[in-house]
């Protein structure tokens, strides 16, 4: 089917877009999903942690798909159950669909760089429905049979699934929740995706009626137009239609009589609601579509030629309790052996380590094995363990000296599922880069900026883990950044001036006396501070700047002979302009997430 399909489908684009280099096209079912995921490494893309949960909960009937594209590739997967591939021959309409909807998302990034952004996410699920059904049916005997059963099918799902039938509401309702949908995303936070699906319903529908209204071209100028622009602005200047008033004059009553039709075992409300007018929207600021920063592109590169330079094989030695997770074992010593290596160029980095394992019911034995060491435990350390695995499940340490590294690691057995994914994955390189920190500066690690040690964790964690893992960097950016701003509850972030990133500074350095903030905002502040150091300055300035600390605790001082400027000048001049950028390029983007 894919071989029937996809050049079909790319036939239909090709004046619009025609893939440059290969177009890797990756199938299997939920039996070789790890499969699957590891040739997506090969292109630097892995399915996510919800991806696996939810091919892992449809079984056999696992119908999942999606086009992935980052700096280094795009590509498109597929994971079908067999109980799926069983059923096509009853299915043909729908399941040929399948396979061209994906297309349509690689055109998407084609002309806006991004599959999620620029445009509503009724138009991104939407289109790609629409477009679907229309280009797999005249593969039919009978097209116009075919794309009416796929049109019906599609808005029937929601009926069955527990969705959202768009004629259960009145237009008003229908209305919102159109304008919730435009965000994208699924989950309880928006309409459109899994589970009420109003983008690819809806979405289908509004999009096969401004084809049929405006036709094919005027749609892929909307597109393009959003490319340089807010998509409801290039929407007003294509269609000379306000977006709002063309919801209600045009596409509500077009998406309402169809889903009666379609589902007729649904009631529709009996109020009826005066037509309204709607003026312009509030313009908000431009995010260009599938944004970048050059800085942390930048930050990747000298990263990348920073490892290739690391040739020596680190001298690492693993102690674990008897009942410490095994796969746990395994995956630390991929990453911690993988994370130094990426060092092994620095003489400090090869500095024996021993890294340390346990969970909650090897505190005991852990406490005491850590105790021998060279470096001890004091009674504090003893009671941070403790409190540590009983408040949070976790606890984790670096220690240094006397030529040698220590890392500890204990996680109780309820928060492993927990400490998964590639939050796992960067934690146990950035714990690596931590104790390989602390050996650089002698031990005294604790003397730098609680940003820098913080970002020596998130960033160098992520970026190392990459190159194992292959995780989507911006993604995984974006997801750092959203973890700080779902706690703005004590700083709303987003409305951050430079005078409040001045003042607010100090609680993430821990100078002038002032203890630093909670990790949740201190690890975002670290990690694009670290990017944008790397950018600047690369790698080898950033690792003489932390052994400076050795025999000068003023970390100021050794930031301005590091790196030729004062932290204040520093911070005023390009980090506190770069957190204004970020906050609208990272913070928005998590509409759709």
């Known amino acids: 089917m894919l071989r029937d399909v996809i050049p079909v489908s790319a036939r239909f684009w090709a004046d619009i877009y025609t893939p440059n280099n290969d177009f890797p096209i990756i199938l299997g079912n939920v039996n070789n999903v790890s499969w699957v995921q590891n040739e997506m490494k090969k292109f630097g893309h892995n399915l996510t942690d919800s991806d696996m949960r939810l091919i892992r909960a449809q079984g056999l009937n696992a119908s999942r798909g999606d086009v992935r594209s980052n700096e280094r590739s795009t590509i498109t997967q597929y994971v079908i159950g067999d109980a799926a591939s069983e059923n096509i021959p009853n299915n043909i309409y729908l399941m040929r669909a399948f396979v061209s909807h994906e297309y349509v998302h690689a055109v998407a990034v084609s002309i806006l760089g991004d599959r999620h952004e620029g445009i509503p996410g009724w138009s991104d699920e939407g289109s790609a429905n629409f477009f679907a059904f229309a280009i797999t049916s005249l593969m039919a005997s009978d097209p116009i049979y075919a794309v009416k059963e796929a049109n019906r099918a599609n808005l029937r799902r929601p009926y069955f699934d527990g969705g959202l039938v768009p004629h259960s509401l009145n237009k008003d309702d229908l209305h919102a929740a159109i304008v919730l949908s435009e965000k994208g995303g699924g989950g309880d936070g928006t309409t459109c995706a899994e589970p009420k699906i109003l983008c690819y319903t809806a979405g289908a529908l509004m999009t096969e009626i401004l084809v049929a209204d405006y036709g094919f071209e005027k749609f892929v100028q909307w597109w393009k137009a959003s490319k340089t622009k807010n998509w409801e602005v290039a929407f007003e200047e294509i269609y000379k239609y306000q977006i709002d008033q063309w919801y209600e004059d045009v596409a509500i009553p077009y998406i309402l009589e169809e889903s009666r039709i379609a589902v007729p075992e649904v009631t529709a409300p009996s109020s009826t609601l005066s037509p309204k007018k709607f003026t312009t929207r509030a313009s908000r600021p431009f995010i260009e579509p599938g944004y ?121 057995k309820s928060r492993l599922p927990n400490y998964s994914g590639f939050y796992r994955a960067r934690n146990l390189s950035g714990l690596t880069v931590q104790a390989i920190q602390n050996s650089i500066t002698g031990g005294n690690s604790q003397m730098l900026p609680c940003w820098a040690t913080k970002g020596a964790l998130n960033f160098f964690g992520l970026a190392s883990a990459r190159q194992i893992e292959s995780p989507d960097y911006f993604v995984e950016r974006v997801n750092i950044v959203g973890d700080w701003y779902q706690r703005r509850g004590q700083y709303n972030f987003k409305n951050f001036t430079a005078a409040d990133w001045q003042s607010f500074l100090p ?46 605790n003023d970390w100021r001082a050794n930031f301005n002979q590091a790196f030729g400027i004062e932290i204040d000048s520093w911070q005023q001049q390009f980090a506190i302009p770069y957190m204004l950028i970020q906050q609208e390029k990272m913070i928005i983007p998590l509409w759709w997430k």
Request: aromatic share 12%; with cysteine; charged share 20%.
């Open 292 to 412: 970048k920063s050059q800085e942390a592109l930048t930050a990747l590169r000298n990263w990348e030629t920073f490892i290739a330079k690391g040739t020596n094989e680190p001298n690492i030695s693993y102690i674990s309790g008897p009942n410490t997770d095994s796969t746990l074992i395994s995956e630390v010593k991929n990453y911690a052996n993988t994370t130094a290596k990426f060092f092994s160029s620095h003489k400090e980095a090869l500095q024996p380590i021993a890294f340390y394992l346990a969970n909650d019911n090897d505190v005991d034995w852990f406490i005491g094995e850590l105790s021998k060491n060279d470096f001890g435990l004091s009674e504090r350390d003893k009671s941070s363990i403790r409190t540590g695995l009983a408040q949070w499940g976790d606890y984790s340490g670096t220690k240094s000296g006397n030529g040698k590294i220590r890392i500890e690691l204990a996680i109780s």
């Open 507 to 552: 609680k993430v350095s821990g100078s002038q006396n002032i203890q630093c903030e909670n990790d949740a905002f201190v690890n975002p502040v670290g990690f694009m501070f670290t990017e944008l150091m790397m950018s600047q300055f690369g790698i080898e300035k950033i690792i003489d700047w932390w052994s400076l600390i050795k025999t000068n």
